[in-house]
T-cell receptor, first 112, second 112 residues
């Protein structure tokens, strides 16, 4: 089975721009979660989608948003980028059978 | 106070040593516990997951959960240089969402 894939792997943007990141979960997994990882804050939960519905949301500003499509693929969007948004953004898909989350390689976003 | 506490290390051990990694947590609602390994510039890789108190063994890895003490451990036997990575504990309440709360991670270095 193919793992979780994320595109793009690397991204450089400037302050004020917006960005869209994409995630394809493992085949058959209906839940997709997004996390932000920074050296200072570690791994923090952004939001989770299940069957195209947002089930939970972390403590991030409204500039961070996401969506899930009928094929379970998910996108997250960050608008009006700030320097502090520079991070590794990780997507995880969850097996409904075992409730375990599998992570993709991440998208490294640099905001200049 | 963070919900999950983990010593950031770094922890340096000689090859072949037994490694003990630990996390404490404050929320007694956590029911599902995981250990992830993360190599530099990669996404976290699931190593172990447990649902109840007690021990679970998989090859050189043993996960231990003590819910009464709110304490979880990961033991690595016969450690190898390839085990050098950051180890993250994670846990969830297993309600209607797969939101994971992570520890800050412990950097492990296994010296040849």
């Amino acid at each position: 089975k193919a793992g979780v894939t994320q595109t793009p792997r690397y991204l450089i943007k400037t302050r004020g721009q917006q960005v869209t990141l994409s995630c394809s979960p493992i085949s058959g997994h209906r839940s997709v979660s997004w996390y932000q990882q920074t050296p200072g804050q570690g791994l923090q939960f952004l939001f989770e989608y299940f069957s195209e519905t947002q089930r939970n949301k972390g403590n991030f500003p409204g500039r961070f948003s996401g969506r899930q499509f009928s094929n379970s693929r998910s996108e997250m969007n960050v608008s009006t980028l700030e320097l502090g948004d520079s991070a590794l953004y990780l997507c995880a898909s969850t097996s409904g059978a075992t409730d375990t989350q599998y992570f993709g390689p991440g998208t490294r976003l640099t905001v200049l | 106070q963070k919900e999950v506490e983990q010593d950031p290390g770094p922890l340096s051990v000689p090859e072949g040593a037994i490694v003990s990694l630990n996390c404490t947590y404050s929320n007694s609602a956590f029911q599902y516990f995981m250990w992830y390994r993360q190599y530099s510039r990669k996404g976290p890789e699931l190593l172990m997951y447990t649902y109840s108190s007690g021990n679970k063994e998989d090859g050189r890895f043993t996960a231990q959960v003590d819910k009464s003490s709110k304490y979880i451990s990961l033991f690595i036997r016969d450690s190898q240089p390839s085990d050098s990575a950051t180890y993250l504990c994670a846990m969830t309440r297993m309600d209607s969402s797969y939101k994971l709360i992570f520890g800050s991670g412990t950097r492990l270095l296994v010296r040849p």
